[in-house]
């Protein structure tokens, strides 16, 4: 017989690493059914003026007894068991309707918008621009208001089912970004930027944490920047942690960034009271 030694759980609350996809996937049920889920928004700031103009929302998962688990672990489960399309059509009515909180306290009249992600999976759901529409009609928002955040995965796995979808989101009024924009080789990705109705790309991280110690990496930004703006697109820097790459970016021709050094992601009543207190981040910008 296997003794439980203080450092071994017992088996109900085993390292989530250790949980088989299958009993997760059946927590993740039971998560989304028992108000176990939330969400955290991070502020999307103009590095010009220091003003918000929108937040990126991050699906958060506090277990019972596992604790907060990562969306690195969870996400993954949920896009294979097909649980991320109900978990996202929650995750949009709720982002919706705490956009319209969040707007009043703002503090300025730009178009506030909401960045919600979205998988491979759900856009190749025939149910998603249905439920899209529906869940946007009910509220008060305008389509112009919700930016669709996407892959560049998603653009050459799925390209036609992809291109449809995307096309008819777009001529509803919804912004449609691509996320992570930089892993690989970001040329490779530029033709989808005329085959697709893009309205923004977003920096990747790692590119801007390197940007000012690889001249290399730096360059790979430019051509991003520059590649964007001859098609009127917009660019959004992901993981800024310094006031040097913020100005950085916005020497290159960065107009919006979000990251750390602005603030992390938080629960709306946190995030609420920061927004209160400041009308802005620009004394960062400084």
Known sequence: MTLLTPESPPNSILPVESVPAK?????????????????????????????????ETLM?????????????????VAEQTGL???????????????LKRLESHVGHNENIYMSVNFSPNELSADSFLDEMYNVIS????????????????????????AKKTLDICRKTGLKIA?????????????PYMDNF????VKID????????????????????ITEAKKRKIEIIAEGIEN????????ELGCKYGQGFYFTRALPERELTALLLKISGFSDQLK
């Open 23 to 55: 009993e997760l996937a059946r927590e993740f049920q039971h998560a989304m059914l028992n108000h176990q889920l939330s969400l955290n928004y991070q502020p999307i700031i103009n590095l010009e003026t220091g003003l918000v103009c929108g937040f």
């Open 60 to 76: 958060r998962w506090n277990h019972p007894e596992r604790g907060n688990i990562s969306p690195g672990v969870f996400i993954p």
């Open 84 to 98: 991320i399309v109900q978990a996202s059509k929650w995750a949009l009515k709720e982002a919706i309707s705490a």
């Open 138 to 161: 009910a509220s008060d928002v305008r389509p112009t208001q919700i930016q669709l955040e996407i892959t560049c995965e998603l653009l050459s796995i799925q390209t036609d089912k």
């Open 178 to 190: 691509v996320d992570d924009y930089g892993l690989g080789d970001p040329a490779e990705f530029f």
């Open 197 to 200: 109705p893009i309205t923004a």
């Open 205 to 224: 991280r790692d590119l801007v944490s390197d940007m000012l110690t690889i001249p290399e990496e730096e360059q790979l930004v430019q051509n991003i």
């Open 243 to 250: 006031k040097d790459q913020a100005l950085k970016l916005l």
